[in-house]
């Protein structure tokens, strides 16, 4: 993993004491709000509906005990006992006091975390395949890559105002578990003869209008993507919109001229602005970063970590259910990488206290050299477990409720944080995805239903990324009351694809109902088990969900109160 | 002015003839609080209600000045009812703002310590 050096942590420490006196300033009343809300959001501050909300952001999802435990610490420290993994592999602190924050951020870059550029109109965090040098079909690792264009693009003027945030993924498999195509710019790295090639995806967005990235490029040689990225940003920074918000972002000028005309301009920066220096720079840094990436050792007998594993999920059913759904092969032989689904139904999704980071903290250490990951799903993985302690970890994941065999089930329910904290939000998303998630755990459907990815939106906005579930929920107000809208068929993998609305929004009351008819259906017409629910929308087409949507439901009350 | 990713507050309370309150968050640790004769307070029943535009008015006055004077952010108007005594937020968003998030009640709060009346969700 990364580990900074003196230069950043110097150069983090300076950005603390900036911002502390900033804070002190604005304290003393001689900053005035306008001027200090930009200053506190462009380190990660933002005004929530009941307080000040920290986010941090967590670089491409990679995570070292240490700095989990420094997270915990910031939680019962400074905040209510509790953290909030988004949906961008970030960490959010909902209740951080504004005279707080600069001990938080202090105690933070102790730890080689930062909030910089956790939000306005600059790069965020550069997200990416969870399974990064762990998965046996990756062909290039990504986090090297990921970490040089972070280093690149942070604290760039020249990307510092742009015309409206811009998110970036980049993986190195064809399965795509980072979402690539609902990005600003999505980057996947494969291998051509020994040699790094770059496909390039441009335009891709959820939000208000929801588009999937296109093809700019599709075997750009790797090391030219400093130059390649940086005259997408110029063009971006030149012929963006900043005279509307609901068009500024990237995908809408993708939209707007087109691809083959977005991809000639860019072309032509790039051809005009190639700096040959910033191409060997990237090369050399590149080399550096990539050292602190290597393997870590894993000198086992692969052949008895298999059957020790083989025998313990004999020995077990409840832990062979969980090896079945939520740990997946490694790269390394004799070794699993395993999925903490922070999704126990009726949990808040994402949600994690100060204890379960300790104790997920310790056991990184014990068992997977000390990493972690998150997820864009809201989850943490343990990537590198010796098949033979497998078990071990699962009894103590267990015995702190972090064992819920659910990893890409119904249960397994991604939501943003939705009208309970949100000054965007519409609706309350998490109500929604506990009653659904506890409905679905009484009926003991997660297993029937197989692979089925739900997510839950409280807005527009879509952090709950709402348009790519295989079932999609967007909570809306209307006329007062919150309602909810049902999206089928989207796709957040290779597979990438939008979901298609059914009809008109429904009351909090029906929501839930609905969906589990919707569920009912497909249970009784699939073609068999394994015909996954987004397949079966494929096939039968979202029409024929349509009607079950929207069927009467009887328990409906006279009233609705909220 | 605000910034994109934390717009004004939607102008729920401006409709002429209704009751409203003033709700803003306290500068130094963006908790909610609410204006009352004897400043800014935690607690929704302590709010002032202003009933009419004029009320309104000053109401709104009172809560810019201390903005102004960094005693809090974001000040805004919110339409309520008045039920037994307590400002009721007409508005779910107000009403979850008086209360905290609904999914963890233990973090909850009390809208009318003294008096035990409820804000209905």
Redesign the interface.
Same mark, same amino acid.
């Given at each position: 993993m990364y580990r900074y050096d003196a230069h950043d942590r110097e150069l983090v420490r300076a950005r603390v004491r900036q911002f502390a006196d900033q804070v002190r300033r604005?304290?003393e009343?001689r900053l005035d709000?306008?001027t200090f809300?930009?200053l506190r959001?462009l380190n990660g501050l933002?005004?929530?509906?009941?307080?000040?909300m920290l986010r941090v952001p967590i670089p491409y999802g990679t995570l070292r005990a240490d700095q989990l435990r420094t997270l915990a610490e910031v939680a019962e420290r400074f905040d209510?006992g509790y953290a909030h993994v988004t949906t961008r592999q970030n960490v959010q602190f909902?209740w951080?006091?504004?005279?707080d924050a600069p001990a938080v951020l202090e105690r933070l870059a102790e730890a080689d975390l930062a909030p910089i550029q956790a939000?306005?109109?600059s790069i965020r965090n550069i997200t990416s395949d969870p399974f990064a040098g762990v998965a046996p079909d990756e062909e290039v690792d990504p986090r090297p890559w990921c970490e040089l264009l972070r280093q690149f693009l942070t604290l760039d003027p020249e990307v510092h105002f742009l015309p409206?945030?811009f998110k970036m993924a980049v993986i190195g498999a064809r399965r795509d578990r980072a979402m690539i195509r609902a990005h600003d710019i999505g980057i996947r790295l494969w291998r051509d003869d020994g040699r790094v090639r770059a496909e390039v995806l441009a335009g891709g967005g959820l939000g208000r209008t929801p588009m999937l990235g296109q093809r700019l490029r599709e075997d750009l040689p790797a090391e030219e993507l400093l130059p390649y990225v940086r005259a997408i940003l110029r063009t971006y920074n030149r012929f963006g919109r900043r005279d509307h918000?609901y068009r500024s972002r990237l995908k809408i000028l993708v939209h707007d001229l087109g691809i083959e005309r977005f991809r000639a301009v860019v072309e032509a920066e790039y051809a005009a602005g190639r700096d040959p220096e910033l191409v060997d720079l990237g090369r050399r840094e590149l080399a550096r970063i990539a050292r602190h990436f290597a393997s870590p050792a894993h000198a086992v007998d692969a052949a008895a970590e298999e059957a020790r594993l083989a025998a313990d999920r004999r020995h077990d059913s409840a832990f062979d259910a969980f090896v079945a759904t939520n740990v997946l092969r490694h790269r390394h032989p004799g070794h699993r990488a395993v999925v903490v689904t922070l999704k126990r139904p009726g949990a808040?999704p994402g949600d994690l206290d100060a204890a379960a980071m300790r104790l997920l903290a310790d056991l990184a250490e014990r068992h997977s050299f000390g990493e972690i990951r998150t997820t864009h799903e809201q989850d943490l993985v343990l990537p590198h477990v010796r098949a033979g302690a497998l078990r071990a970890l699962w009894a103590e994941l267990a015995a702190a409720g972090l064992a819920t065999p659910n990893w890409r089930r119904a249960t397994d329910l991604v939501s943003c944080p939705g009208?309970?904290?949100c000054?965007?939000?519409t609706a309350?998303s998490?109500?929604v995805a506990?009653e659904l998630a506890r409905a679905l755990a009484a009926r003991g459907l997660d297993r029937e239903l197989g692979e089925l990815a739900i997510r839950i939106s409280g807005c527009i906005n879509a952090c709950g990324q709402h348009h790519v579930g295989h079932i999609g929920v967007l909570g809306l107000?209307k006329r007062?009351?919150?309602a909810y809208q049902i999206t089928v068929g989207g796709s957040d993998a290779e597979d990438a694809a939008l979901g298609t609305v059914l009809g008109p929004a429904l009351s909090r009351e029906e929501i839930v109902p609905a969906l589990l008819r919707m569920l009912d259906l497909y249970r009784a017409r699939r073609r068999d088990p394994r015909e996954r629910f987004l397949d079966f929308v494929r096939r039968v087409g979202p029409a024929a969900l349509r009607e079950v949507i929207h069927a009467p439901t009887p328990a409906r009350p006279a009233r609705d109160?909220? | 002015?605000?910034?994109?990713?934390?717009?004004a @507050?939607r102008p729920g309370g401006r409709r002429a003839g209704t009751a409203r309150i003033a709700v803003a968050?306290r500068?130094?640790?963006?908790? /909610?609080v609410y204006l009352a004769a004897s400043g800014w307070r935690e607690s929704l029943a302590e709010a002032t209600v202003a009933h009419g535009d004029p009320e309104a008015e000053a109401l709104a006055a009172r809560a810019a000045r201390d @903005?102004a004077?960094?005693l809090v952010?974001?000040p805004t108007l919110v339409e309520v009812t008045v039920d037994h005594g307590l400002p009721v937020p /007409?508005?779910?968003?107000e009403r979850?703002?008086a209360l905290?998030?609904?999914?963890?009640p233990e973090?909850q709060r009390d809208p009318d310590p003294r008096g035990g009346r409820r804000v209905?969700?």
């Open positions: 604005r304290l009343g709000e306008e809300r930009r959001l933002y005004l929530q509906l009941h307080a000040y209510r909902h951080i006091r504004l005279v939000c306005g109109n409206r945030k918000l808040v009208l309970d904290y000054q965007l939000a309350r998490i109500p506990q107000e007062g009351r919150e109160p909220a | 002015m605000t910034h994109k990713d934390e717009p @507050a968050h500068l130094t640790d963006g908790r /909610v @903005a004077a960094g952010v974001d /007409v508005r779910l968003r979850i703002r905290g998030p609904t999914v963890h973090l209905p969700l």
